[in-house]
């Protein structure tokens, strides 16, 4: 201890001499003046009566990102015959119902939508939104750019878009907007890892409106609705977050909607009235006020007086809560307190109580809001949209990580617009699928165009650093292929001789195979590193593929070849030259089967692909079966039908298909390939390749779903294996920590099923995993995409695929699930990674993680036409082998007045290994190549707050038990002339704010 406590005085000392006084980007602080003036956060809430039950009355409307009509139409109010909702009358209606009257109370979360109005405005309105901030009568809640779905969206995406809403509001309006509370009232289903993020946010708490009815039910009845989430095995306290289950979801008691778009009768105080109507008004909300504190532990009650886009007539609702408030109040002999309230007030008050609360470790997933309704289907719905968002976040990262380590100038704005792109693709009617199709469409137009513009930053960046930019003799483009994935690529087509510049966004080395598409069939790659001639292979595309409609292409086959040993956050690349075309008949090899060292994989007659590694005792059988379906009126519970939201299979089991294919057989140098036709709208490529990779690739293809005998069909692939499971399986909380899942089983509930499929389907951001403990090995399917997962049978992993249905589920999207596109059902193409190991084993665990972040953030094939001539060996933003493998450099971007924001993460779990699960010291002073770092300061997961400034209120747990992480504040552990050293233990994500030294490129 003492050495500790020495350590910690030099800390002290380091500080002191390394934090520059007045450095840009400053966080913004509270000064003493402001503090003098500013009645934020918990200064501003109404008094409470001890004696007395509160009651919290929190105007709010739930603004939705898009869903029945896009962003834009929300905002401006048009399309009303679609939905009556225009969020520009919403707050300019409630900014003049607040300043009326200095008690009245309002929130509001979707920064998207509060920046898009701010900019509107002139500087009048501006000063008053900074004073109604200011003293505490209009809070910020959750603060991010929009409120997330919590079960298809990657962390990653998560911890960006509420930085870049954090960011705005914190330049924007000070500390008396930062987020206190985390607001999740409409996601369908709440996931671990959200309410770790949200302790690492440093917020105090987090209310949710929806869980599974039977868990509702019983936590009504225990009075547990109100917990301590233990969010994190391996972070500890640090993760626990307290959680509020919202009674009524975010609606106003049944009859007391006072808002245009309600029909529920007025306050009418007029005595002479014979409508007048308090006395009964007050009894009827009495009666709900105490049914409800019944369910709940204390003397305060929180009641959500708002709904969808409400307060579009902002005094109209007002003027009835006043009225509320005031009889309520001043009725003789009242035992209750009404007031205008916040959710941090009603948690504040709460928190003031000292009382011990239950504990909860598990998520909630699945979340069903009746027995045959399972809100499982949009973790598959919409695989496009899922998909085109993945790829979107990896552009983003790379995007970022360019421009701060080239400090490339002019670029601002459309990196802003790329940021609040991605922002709106994690709401919780964007990224589920769950949307109209015009805003699906919609949501596809907002990404491109920002994916679109980042091929300018990230040519002009490469340029910059490879001194391309400068050559005077020829312009110089870098292209992205965003259409790869449909094996479309114009300047690998159309160009006899190209460079194929390859960016990996990654802070560990990676070997990669390129596939680029061509018209020819015989090429020379060229790697400028060495200079020397790599070994290609041609490989035809599959009819499969070149039929997709709406694929504008000439190119039959794929050139492929391994570019070996690609630094982090580095550039190499590859001439390409087409040769003289060779006469070559396609022929697939005659054998029946593809191997390497490690695999032999072949079809049966039934049209399965059998799977045998030739090293341990594990087979897998992989093959093809679709759902059908449910149809009916949804006007009862039985009678729901599968949809956009829900899946409910007609059948009690899967169909199998009928085997009309046949496959091909192809080997080469580089890769072998199974190329697998199920049947005329199913098919698959099953790969190989050589050298040291453990894992089989699956690129699978679906559509167009065929309708025409008015069947719903929800397709799915399994992967059965000969291992032993238990009826238990392992999936990822948005692609961090894995959650054991058992079959037919909820952890804190008796749970009774009557859909037995639906209700074992779990998201599936990264990965799902089984385990069979007596033969001490594992077997994984990665995705690239969020996907449903279950094993409904031991030993067999299944993940849905595709969806495409012929009626709605009625939860309001009012459209079938029935996507199209060039006229025909909508065709999905996708990549899963197979890949068995040994449990525990820290080469396999690892090896595992270097795949999925590979999945997630892959190498970025870029092109440009002609030949590359720069020193290329020079384009690496960090120093090779410098992290350690358990580490990863999770954002590396541009930030305020020249500095740069940085997150290192820990990628294991505590247990998860022997060696990998270590704690592990980080030196990252000469850690970058473009830049030397001046000055460095810690601050909260969003970049919002100093860490050391950071205090949440502090919950006590029922039960005392013992915590994996000591409570302490994480510090750089050492500052110095040679090292800035920093400590990470296991899931830990630390975020620093560098004041940089820019060296010449």
Same mark, same amino acid.
């Given at each position: 201890?003492?050495?500790?406590?020495?350590?910690?005085?030099? $800390?002290?000392?380091?500080?002191?001499?390394?934090?520059?006084?007045?450095?840009?980007?400053?966080?913004?602080?509270?000064?003493?003046?402001e503090a003098?003036?500013?009645?934020?956060?918990?200064?501003?809430?109404h008094?409470?009566?001890?004696?007395k039950?509160?009651?919290?009355?929190?105007?709010?409307?739930?603004?939705?990102?898009?869903?029945?009509?896009?962003?834009?139409?929300?905002?401006?109010?048009?399309?009303?015959?679609?939905?009556k909702?225009?969020?520009?009358?919403?707050?300019?209606?409630?900014?003049?119902?607040?300043?009326?009257?200095?008690?009245?109370?309002?929130?509001?979360?979707?920064?998207?939508?509060?920046?898009?109005?701010?900019?509107?405005?002139?500087?009048?309105?501006?000063?008053?939104?900074?004073?109604l901030?200011?003293?505490?009568?209009?809070?910020i809640?959750?603060?991010?750019w929009?409120?997330?779905?919590?079960?298809?969206?990657?962390?990653?995406?998560?911890v960006?878009?509420f930085?870049?809403?954090?960011?705005?509001?914190?330049?924007?309006?000070?500390?008396?907007?930062?987020p206190?509370?985390?607001?999740?009232?409409?996601?369908?289903?709440?996931?671990?890892?959200?309410?770790?993020?949200?302790?690492?946010?440093?917020?105090?708490?987090?209310?949710?409106?929806?869980?599974?009815?039977?868990?509702?039910?019983?936590?009504l009845?225990?009075?547990?609705?109100?917990?301590?989430?233990?969010?994190?095995?391996?972070?500890?306290?640090?993760?626990?977050?307290?959680?509020?289950?919202?009674?009524?979801?975010?609606?106003?008691?049944?009859?007391?909607?006072?808002?245009?778009?309600?029909?529920?009768?007025?306050?009418?105080?007029?005595?002479d009235?014979?409508?007048?109507?308090?006395g009964?008004?007050?009894?009827?909300?009495?009666?709900?006020?105490?049914?409800?504190?019944?369910?709940?532990?204390?003397?305060?009650?929180i009641?959500?007086?708002?709904?969808?886009?409400?307060?579009?007539?902002?005094?109209?609702?007002?003027?009835?809560?006043?009225?509320?408030?005031?009889?309520?109040?001043?009725?003789?002999?009242?035992?209750?307190?009404?007031?205008?309230?916040?959710?941090?007030?009603?948690?504040?008050?709460?928190?003031?109580?000292k009382?011990?609360?239950?504990?909860?470790?598990?998520?909630?997933?699945?979340?069903?809001?009746?027995?045959h309704?399972?809100?499982?289907?949009?973790?598959?719905?919409?695989?496009?949209?899922?998909?085109?968002?993945?790829?979107?976040?990896?552009?983003?990262?790379?995007?970022?990580?360019?421009?701060?380590?080239?400090?490339?100038?002019?670029y601002?704005k459309?990196?802003? $617009?790329?940021?609040?792109?991605?922002?709106?693709?994690?709401h919780?009617?964007?990224v589920?699928?769950?949307?109209?199709?015009?805003?699906?469409?919609?949501?596809?137009?907002?990404?491109?165009?920002?994916?679109?513009?980042?091929?300018?930053?990230?040519?002009?960046?490469? /340029?910059?650093?490879?001194?391309?930019?400068n050559?005077?003799?020829?312009?110089?483009?870098?292209?992205?292929?965003?259409?790869?994935?449909?094996?479309?690529?114009?300047?690998?087509?159309?160009?006899?001789?190209?460079?194929?510049?390859?960016?990996?966004?990654?802070?560990?080395?990676?070997?990669?195979?390129?596939?680029?598409?061509?018209?020819?069939?015989?090429?020379?790659?060229?790697?400028?590193?060495?200079?020397?001639?790599?070994e290609?292979?041609?490989?035809?595309?599959?009819?499969?593929?070149?039929?997709?409609?709406?694929?504008?292409?000439?190119?039959?086959?794929?050139?492929?070849?391994?570019?070996?040993?690609?630094?982090?956050?580095?550039?190499?690349?590859?001439?390409?030259?087409?040769?003289?075309?060779?006469?070559?008949?396609?022929?697939?090899?005659?054998t029946?089967?593809?191997?390497?060292?490690?695999?032999?994989?072949?079809?049966?007659?039934?049209?399965?692909?059998?799977?045998?590694?030739?090293?341990?005792?594990?087979?897998?059988?992989?093959?093809?079966?679709?759902?059908? /379906?449910?149809?009916?009126?949804?006007?009862?519970?039985?009678?729901?039908?599968?949809?956009?939201?829900?899946?409910?299979?007609?059948?009690?089991?899967?169909?199998?298909?009928?085997y009309?294919?046949?496959?091909?057989?192809?080997?080469?140098?580089?890769?072998?390939?199974?190329?697998h036709?199920?049947?005329?709208w199913?098919?698959q490529?099953?790969?190989?390749?050589?050298?040291?990779?453990?894992?089989?690739?699956?690129?699978?293809?679906?559509?167009?779903?065929?309708?025409?005998?008015?069947?719903?069909?929800e397709?799915?692939?399994?992967?059965?294996?000969?291992?032993?499971?238990?009826?238990?399986?392992?999936?990822?909380?948005?692609?961090?920590?894995?959650?054991?899942?058992?079959?037919?089983?909820?952890?804190?509930?008796?749970?009774?099923?009557?859909?037995?499929?639906?209700?074992?389907?779990y998201?599936?951001?990264?990965?799902?995993?089984?385990?069979?403990?007596?033969?001490?090995?594992?077997?994984?399917?990665?995705?690239?995409?969020?996907?449903?997962?279950?094993?409904?049978?031991? /030993?067999?992993?299944?993940?849905?695929?595709?969806?495409?249905?012929?009626?709605?589920?009625?939860?309001?999207?009012?459209?079938?699930?029935?996507?199209?596109?060039?006229?025909?059902?909508?065709?999905?193409?996708?990549?899963?990674?197979?890949?068995?190991?040994?449990?525990n084993?820290?080469?396999?665990?690892?090896?595992?993680?270097?795949?999925?972040?590979?999945?997630?953030?892959?190498?970025?094939?870029?092109?440009?036409?002609?030949?590359?001539?720069?020193?290329?060996?020079?384009?690496?933003?960090?120093?090779?082998?410098?992290?350690?493998?358990?580490?990863?450099?999770?954002t590396?971007?541009?930030?305020?007045?020249?500095t740069?924001?940085?997150?290192?993460?820990?990628?294991?779990?505590?247990?998860?290994?022997?060696?990998?699960?270590?704690?592990?010291?980080?030196?990252?002073?000469?850690?970058?190549?473009?830049?030397?770092?001046?000055?460095?300061?810690?601050?909260?997961? /969003?970049?919002?707050?100093?860490?050391?400034?950071?205090?949440?209120?502090?919950?006590?747990?029922?039960?005392?038990?013992?915590?994996?992480?000591?409570?302490?504040?994480?510090?750089?552990?050492?500052?110095?002339?040679?090292?800035?050293?920093?400590?990470?233990?296991?899931?830990?994500?630390?975020?620093?704010?560098?004041?940089?030294?820019r060296?010449?490129?």
């Amino acid at each position: 201890m003492l050495r500790y406590e020495f350590l910690l005085l030099l $800390l002290s000392l380091a500080f002191t001499q390394f934090f520059v006084p007045g450095d840009a980007a400053r966080i913004p602080r509270t000064t003493p003046d402001e503090a003098a003036t500013n009645k934020c956060n918990y200064e501003a809430c109404h008094a409470v009566d001890p004696k007395k039950l509160n009651i919290h009355l929190v105007p709010h409307t739930h603004d939705d990102v898009g869903w029945l009509k896009t962003v834009d139409q929300y905002y401006f109010g048009s399309r009303s015959t679609i939905q009556k909702a225009g969020v520009q009358y919403i707050l300019d209606s409630v900014i003049k119902a607040l300043l009326a009257d200095p008690s009245r109370r309002f929130i509001y979360v979707e920064t998207a939508y509060l920046w898009k109005w701010w900019l509107r405005q002139d500087e009048k309105v501006r000063a008053d939104v900074k004073m109604l901030i200011n003293e505490g009568r209009l809070e910020i809640i959750g603060g991010a750019w929009s409120m997330n779905d919590e079960a298809c969206t990657h962390y990653h995406s998560i911890v960006d878009q509420f930085t870049w809403g954090f960011r705005r509001l914190n330049d924007t309006f000070g500390s008396c907007a930062r987020p206190h509370i985390g607001w999740q009232i409409d996601p369908f289903g709440h996931s671990r890892e959200q309410a770790s993020l949200f302790a690492q946010m440093g917020f105090d708490g987090m209310l949710f409106g929806r869980l599974d009815y039977q868990d509702k039910n019983q936590r009504l009845a225990n009075q547990t609705m109100e917990f301590i989430w233990k969010s994190s095995s391996s972070l500890g306290k640090r993760a626990n977050l307290f959680t509020t289950a919202m009674y009524n979801t975010y609606s106003p008691p049944p009859g007391f909607c006072f808002d245009v778009l309600c029909s529920d009768e007025p306050m009418i105080d007029d005595p002479d009235s014979p409508d007048y109507n308090i006395g009964k008004r007050i009894d009827d909300f009495l009666r709900y006020a105490v049914t409800q504190r019944n369910y709940y532990r204390t003397n305060h009650i929180i009641l959500t007086m708002g709904g969808d886009f409400t307060y579009q007539h902002a005094e109209m609702y007002f003027m009835n809560l006043d009225k509320l408030i005031r009889y309520t109040n001043e009725r003789n002999g009242s035992f209750v307190n009404v007031i205008y309230s916040t959710p941090s007030c009603y948690l504040k008050a709460l928190n003031d109580l000292k009382l011990e609360w239950p504990t909860k470790s598990d998520d909630f997933f699945p979340y069903s809001s009746d027995p045959h309704a399972f809100w499982t289907g949009y973790f598959s719905s919409r695989p496009t949209v899922k998909y085109f968002e993945r790829e979107g976040n990896n552009l983003l990262q790379a995007t970022k990580q360019l421009v701060a380590a080239t400090n490339l100038k002019n670029y601002d704005k459309p990196l802003e $617009l790329f940021r609040e792109a991605m922002g709106v693709m994690q709401h919780h009617d964007a990224v589920t699928g769950t949307e109209k199709q015009l805003v699906a469409n919609d949501y596809s137009r907002i990404l491109y165009e920002s994916m679109d513009y980042a091929e300018e930053i990230i040519s002009e960046a490469i /340029g910059k650093w490879t001194g391309m930019a400068n050559n005077t003799e020829a312009s110089f483009k870098i292209f992205t292929c965003l259409e790869l994935n449909i094996s479309s690529c114009a300047f690998s087509e159309k160009n006899n001789i190209f460079t194929v510049v390859v960016y990996n966004p990654l802070s560990r080395e990676v070997t990669t195979h390129v596939r680029i598409p061509v018209e020819g069939n015989s090429y020379t790659v060229r790697s400028l590193t060495n200079g020397k001639n790599l070994e290609v292979q041609i490989v035809p595309i599959p009819d499969e593929v070149q039929k997709i409609p709406g694929r504008k292409s000439n190119a039959k086959n794929e050139l492929v070849f391994r570019a070996n040993y690609i630094p982090p956050l580095s550039v190499r690349a590859y001439v390409v030259r087409k040769k003289a075309q060779e006469n070559v008949v396609e022929q697939s090899e005659p054998t029946n089967y593809i191997s390497n060292e490690m695999f032999n994989i072949s079809v049966n007659t039934d049209g399965n692909l059998m799977i045998k590694w030739n090293d341990r005792d594990l087979n897998v059988v992989q093959s093809f079966h679709y759902y059908v /379906g449910a149809e009916g009126n949804n006007e009862v519970f039985v009678n729901r039908s599968s949809g956009a939201y829900i899946f409910r299979p007609k059948e009690a089991s899967a169909r199998n298909f009928v085997y009309t294919g046949m496959y091909k057989i192809y080997k080469g140098p580089v890769v072998e390939e199974i190329h697998h036709k199920i049947n005329e709208w199913i098919s698959q490529v099953v790969r190989l390749y050589t050298g040291p990779e453990q894992h089989i690739e699956f690129d699978w293809l679906v559509g167009p779903i065929p309708v025409k005998d008015k069947i719903g069909k929800e397709i799915v692939t399994r992967y059965s294996s000969n291992l032993q499971t238990d009826k238990t399986f392992y999936t990822d909380s948005n692609g961090r920590e894995m959650l054991k899942r058992v079959i037919n089983y909820r952890p804190t509930w008796d749970l009774k099923l009557e859909e037995p499929i639906s209700g074992n389907y779990y998201p599936v951001t990264s990965k799902i995993s089984l385990k069979d403990e007596k033969k001490q090995l594992k077997l994984s399917a990665l995705v690239d995409r969020a996907q449903g997962g279950t094993s409904l049978a031991d /030993g067999v992993i299944e993940l849905m695929l595709h969806r495409r249905l012929l009626k709605d589920d009625a939860f309001g999207v009012a459209e079938a699930l029935n996507e199209t596109a060039f006229g025909e059902g909508l065709v999905v193409r996708g990549t899963h990674y197979i890949y068995g190991s040994r449990i525990n084993s820290d080469e396999y665990e690892l090896g595992e993680k270097n795949l999925e972040l590979e999945l997630s953030h892959h190498p970025w094939i870029l092109g440009t036409p002609g030949n590359f001539s720069s020193d290329i060996e020079k384009v690496s933003v960090i120093k090779n082998y410098v992290l350690s493998p358990n580490v990863h450099l999770l954002t590396l971007e541009p930030w305020k007045d020249g500095t740069i924001l940085l997150r290192l993460e820990h990628l294991f779990e505590v247990n998860e290994t022997l060696k990998m699960s270590r704690p592990v010291e980080v030196n990252i002073k000469d850690l970058f190549t473009t830049f030397s770092i001046v000055s460095i300061k810690e601050t909260t997961l /969003g970049g919002n707050q100093l860490l050391s400034e950071n205090k949440p209120l502090k919950w006590q747990p029922e039960i005392n038990e013992v915590e994996n992480e000591e409570e302490n504040e994480r510090q750089i552990v050492e500052i110095n002339d040679d090292s800035i050293l920093i400590l990470l233990k296991p899931m830990e994500i630390r975020t620093f704010i560098l004041k940089v030294r820019r060296k010449s490129l």
